[in-house]
C-alpha cells in the first residue's frame, strides 16, 4: 500500500474516544492489508457497533492507501439509482452530459489504490452486483462494508461482530478493565462527569452491561440514564 497523497479527509469525525474492540480491531487490520482479501464484510445485529469499528479500521489505515479511504452512509438509500449518485458523490466524480454514472465511477475508480467503506448495507443487497463490478474493474480498491446479513459474493470474507468484552456476572477487580464496562464509564462521565465506580455501584454497572449482551448501543443507552437515575435504579 502506499502514502495518501491528498490533504482531504473523507471520514466523519469522531466526536468521542473509541474504546475498546482491540482484539476486533486487530484482526481486521489483519484481514484488509492482506493482499489476497478485496472485500470483507462486518456482519452483527443493530446497535452492536458495526459502524463505529469500521470506521476506526478506515482511520488507521488511511494514509496506507494512496488516495485514502472513503465512508459511503447507505441507511437512507434504497435503491442502485439512489446508491450510484451517492458514491459518485463522495468520490468526486464528475459526470459528462450523455454518460453512463456507472462507468464513470469504474472509470475514476480503476487507477485509484482506495478503502471504500459502505456502512448499512443490508437494505441494498440487491444492488451487490456494483461491489463485485467494483472489485472486477478496479484492481486497487479494497471494500470494507457493515450489515445485518452477507452480500453473498465470491470475494467476500466474513467477520461476525458480537457484543464488547464482559465482566464475569461476579463483579472482580479491575473490572474497568473490560470493554463494555470502559465504555458505559465513558458515557457516564459525560452526563454525570463525577461518575465513578465504587463497591457500591460497580455490581449494578456490571449487571447492566450483561443484561444487554454487551451491546454498544444498549450499553450506551442505559448510561445516558445516570443522568436521572442511580446504577441500581436503571437495572
Given at each position: 500500500m502506499g502514502t495518501a497523497s491528498h490533504s482531504t479527509r473523507r471520514l466523519p469525525v469522531r466526536l468521542t474516544p473509541f474504546v475498546g474492540r482491540q482484539a476486533n480491531l486487530e484482526r481486521l487490520l489483519e484481514l484488509i492489508s492482506n493482499p489476497a482479501v478485496r472485500l470483507v464484510t462486518i456482519l452483527g445485529v443493530g446497535g452492536v457497533g458495526k459502524t463505529r469499528l469500521a470506521l476506526e479500521v478506515a482511520r488507521v489505515l488511511y494514509d496506507r492507501f494512496r488516495h485514502g479511504a472513503v465512508f459511503i452512509a447507505l441507511a437512507h438509500l434504497n435503491t442502485i439509482d439512489?446508491?450510484?449518485p451517492a458514491l459518485a458523490a463522495d468520490l468526486g466524480v464528475q459526470l459528462l452530459p450523455g454518460g453512463d454514472l456507472q462507468?464513470?465511477?469504474l472509470e475514476h475508480?480503476?487507477?485509484?489504490q482506495i478503502l471504500?467503506?459502505?456502512d448499512n448495507f443490508e437494505h441494498l443487497l440487491d444492488e451487490a452486483s456494483l461491489v463485485c463490478d467494483i472489485l472486477t474493474n478496479c484492481p486497487q480498491v479494497k471494500i470494507l462494508v457493515t450489515s445485518r446479513e452477507k452480500l453473498n459474493l465470491e470475494a467476500e470474507?466474513?467477520?461476525?461482530?458480537?457484543?464488547?468484552?464482559?465482566?464475569p456476572s461476579d463483579p472482580a477487580e479491575n473490572v474497568q478493565d473490560y470493554d463494555a464496562v470502559c465504555l458505559c464509564l465513558q458515557k457516564a462521565r459525560q452526563v454525570q462527569p463525577r461518575f465513578s465506580l465504587n463497591t457500591a455501584n460497580t455490581p449494578a454497572v456490571?449487571?447492566?452491561?450483561?443484561?444487554?449482551?454487551g451491546n454498544p448501543l444498549g450499553i450506551l443507552l442505559a448510561a445516558a440514564w445516570l443522568e436521572y437515575f442511580s446504577p441500581a435504579e436503571i437495572r
Open positions: 439512489e446508491l450510484l462507468q464513470a465511477v475508480l480503476a487507477s485509484q471504500l467503506v459502505l470474507t466474513l467477520y461476525h461482530l458480537g457484543g464488547m468484552q464482559l465482566p456490571v449487571r447492566i452491561c450483561n443484561l444487554v449482551d
